[in-house]
T-cell receptor
Framework: DAGVIQSPRHEVTEMGQEVTLRCKLISGHNSLFWYRQTMMRGLELLIYFNNNVPIDDSGMPEDRFSAKMPNASFSTLKIQPSEPRDSAVYFC?????????????FGEGSRLTVL | DAKTTQPNSMESNEEEPVHLPCNHSTISGTDYIHWYRQLPSQGPEYVIHGLTSNVNNRMASLAIAEDRKSSTLILHRATLRDAAVYYCILRPYSGAGSYQLTFGKGTKLSVIP
């Protein structure tokens, strides 16, 4: 079984550039989460989608961040323009909402470095 | 938000049992106790969860205190692959925020060969 697939695994860019991170959900899952992890703040929820609809985006830092689900199996997280403080590991996770365990399946993450 | 308290770090010898504690004195009646772990350079992975009764699965056991104010994750025989950060998380069963997994700092477990 393929798990949650994220790309790119590593991204190095310069301040001001646009960054797009991609996530493919596990087939059949209908909830999608984007998290960000830094040493200072740990794992933070950025946005949560259910059935392709954004339910909670209160964790999105500012307008430079946007996330979409163009279809049920794919999501993007875009940062434009990027800043050095955006450097972090970005994880997406999927789940089958209302499943007994509500287990979240995480991807391996995208490590972003903004110079 | 109900919060959890875990030791920053613990050590265990390989093939010995490990008991990872978690305090959650403000837990509400509808909060499930979830445990996730994060291996180096990987995303978090689900370990186990429970509500009131002790739980076992292939990865670990979860012992929940009778008053539910604390719980213990038990790894029966630690292996080097179990070296990770372990997160104890309270998750509402339903209603607003039930989708939320709020990660704290967790316990970093080191396994000594």
């Amino acid at each position: 079984d393929a798990g949650v697939i994220q790309s790119p695994r590593h991204e190095v860019t310069e301040m001001g550039q646009e960054v797009t991170l991609r996530c493919k959900l596990i087939s059949g899952h209908n909830s999608l989460f984007w998290y960000r992890q830094t040493m200072m703040r740990g794992l933070e929820l950025l946005i949560y989608f259910n059935n392709n609809v954004p339910i909670d985006d209160s964790g999105m830092p500012e307008d430079r961040f946007s996330a979409k689900m163009p279809n049920a199996s794919f999501s993007t997280l875009k940062i434009q323009p990027s800043e050095p403080r955006d450097s972090a590991v970005y994880f997406c996770a999927s789940s089958l909402a209302w499943a007994d365990t509500g287990e979240l399946f995480f991807g391996e993450g995208s490590r972003l470095t903004v110079l | 938000d109900a919060k959890t308290t875990q030791p920053n770090s613990m050590e265990s010898n390989e093939e010995e049992p490990v008991h990872l504690p978690c305090n959650h004195s403000t837990i509400s009646g509808t909060d499930y106790i979830h445990w996730y772990r994060q291996l180096p350079s990987q995303g978090p992975e689900y370990v186990i969860h429970g509500l009131t009764s002790n739980v076992n699965n292939r990865m670990a056991s979860l012992a929940i205190a009778e008053d539910r104010k604390s719980s213990t994750l038990i790894l029966h025989r630690a292996t080097l692959r179990d070296a990770a950060v372990y997160y104890c998380i309270l998750r509402p069963y339903s209603g607003a925020g039930s989708y939320q997994l709020t990660f704290g700092k967790g316990t970093k477990l080191s396994v000594i060969p």
